[in-house]
C-alpha cells in the first residue's frame, strides 16, 4: 500500500518514529552540545496548538491512560497559574509522551527552515537556547540539522487527508489544553 493510501493516523505515527529516530541519531552524535533530557521542561512552557490528525493521535494516548491520570490532567489544565504544559506529570515528565506531536518531538535538535519573509538569507537554522550554545548552528553537519520545512509539509499532507476523511477545515488548530480540558 503507497503512502498516502494509509490511515491518516498510521502515516503520522511513521513520521512520529522518523522525527525520533532523527533526534535520536543527532543526540548520539552530539549530545555534548544538547541538554535535552527526561525531566527537562524548558521546551514545554508554551500553550501549544496542534493539527487536527495530531489532535486524534493525543486524544489516542489519553484513552489508553488510567481514569485517575486523565483526571489529573484535566485538573492541571484548569491551573491558571500554571505556565507549564498540562501533560507535564509534578516531576516534569509528559504523561502523554508517546503521542506528544511532532512540535514537541523535534524541539531541542537544529531545526532548518525557510523565512517566510526573506531579508538576507532565506533559509535559518534554530535550536533550544540551551543547546549548542557555544556552536554556531550554521556550521553543522546536514545530518544533524532536521528540516522543519519538509516536516511541516509532511505533516500538512497528513493533515489535510485526515481533515478530508472527517470533514474537518484543515487550517484549524486545536489548543492541547483545550484537549485535556475536555476531559471533565
Do not use: W
Request: charged share 30%; glycine share 4%.
Amino acid at each position: 500500500m503507497a503512502d498516502h493510501e494509509k490511515d491518516p493516523l498510521a502515516r503520522l505515527a511513521g513520521l512520529a518514529d522518523s522525527v525520533d529516530e532523527t533526534f535520536a541519531s543527532i543526540q548520539t552524535r552530539q549530545g555534548a552540545c544538547m541538554q535535552c533530557r527526561a525531566g527537562c521542561t524548558d521546551c514545554c512552557r508554551a500553550r501549544l496548538t496542534i493539527t487536527h490528525v495530531e489532535a486524534a493521535f493525543f486524544r489516542r494516548g489519553l484513552a489508553r491512560l488510567p481514569e485517575a491520570e486523565r483526571k489529573d490532567l484535566a485538573q492541571r489544565t484548569r491551573d491558571k497559574t500554571r505556565d507549564m504544559c498540562p501533560a507535564l506529570d509534578p516531576e516534569g515528565r509528559c504523561q502523554l509522551y508517546d503521542s506528544r506531536p511532532l512540535i514537541c518531538r523535534s524541539f531541542g535538535v537544529p531545526l532548518r527552515r525557510r523565512r517566510e519573509v526573506v531579508l538576507v538569507n532565506p533559509i535559518v537554522i534554530d535550536a533550544c537556547d540551551l543547546n549548542f550554545v557555544d556552536v554556531p548552528l550554521e556550521t553543522l553537519p546536514a545530518e544533524d540539522v532536521l528540516d522543519q520545512t519538509s516536516l511541516d509539509t509532511e505533516l500538512a499532507a497528513i493533515n489535510a487527508e485526515f481533515c478530508a476523511r472527517h470533514d474537518l477545515p484543515t487550517d484549524e488548530r486545536i489548543g492541547i489544553a483545550q484537549i485535556l480540558a475536555s476531559l471533565d
